[in-house]
């Protein structure tokens, strides 16, 4: 069973060091945005086009249940972890289950997904909130309403080519590939 997993694991290499990537980018981001941004709060990058602004997360992405009601706002951290941590392990089953010849969109997107909760995950952990600070808009006025960061790009990224994947190219994502495979032998 863990040789069965290592060679797995060593056949997905470059999907798996994708993931590793955006989490390390991500990181590298955030400490920067801690270290530099904080005092500021915004910084034009690109003109209006690209804003960074500092912000806390301690709802989940773009913010959603940033504000809850106080009688949630304790559970709420650990119930956020509890489902983080369970949608990463099953995000890193799809990818060692995926067949990277036949669904490549998949497999980039779902490593995607996995690098970039793994970053949120790191900040919650250990910070108790994510950082956001990526703004984009065509001018002051008309801008995406919410703060995010490369995890959450990631994300949605990795989410888009696995729609793509699996609408216009036909991958499916089949974890029990093992037991139809067993099933049609036996029949």
């Known amino acids: 069973m863990k040789e069965k997993l290592l060679i797995k694991i060593k ?4 999907y798996l060091i994708l993931a590793i990537a955006i989490f390390a980018i991500d990181l590298i981001s955030k400490h920067f945005i801690e270290l530099y941004l904080q005092k500021t709060i915004m910084k034009n990058i690109i003109g209006d086009f690209l804003v960074f602004i500092y912000t806390k997360n301690y709802g989940v992405a773009f913010g959603f249940l940033n504000n809850i009601n106080q009688s949630f706002s304790n559970i709420m951290p650990l119930v956020i972890k509890v489902l983080v941590v369970v949608s990463i392990g099953l995000v890193f089953t799809i990818i060692l289950n995926t067949d990277t010849k036949k669904q ?18 790191f900040d919650r952990v250990f910070r108790g909130y994510v950082t956001d600070f990526i703004n984009m808009g065509l001018t002051k006025e008309i801008r995406f309403p919410y703060n995010y960061n490369i995890a959450d790009a990631g994300i949605t990224v990795g989410i888009t080519l696995v729609l793509i994947g699996i609408i216009f190219f036909k991958e499916d994502i089949d974890l029990n590939k093992k037991n139809n495979n067993a099933q049609k032998i036996d029949e």
Request: proline share 0%; glycine share 18%; hydrophobic share 50%.
């Open 11 to 14: 056949e997905r290499y470059l």
């Open 104 to 121: 490549r969109f998949s497999a980039i997107g779902f490593s995607l997904i996995l690098g970039g909760a793994l970053g949120n995950f």
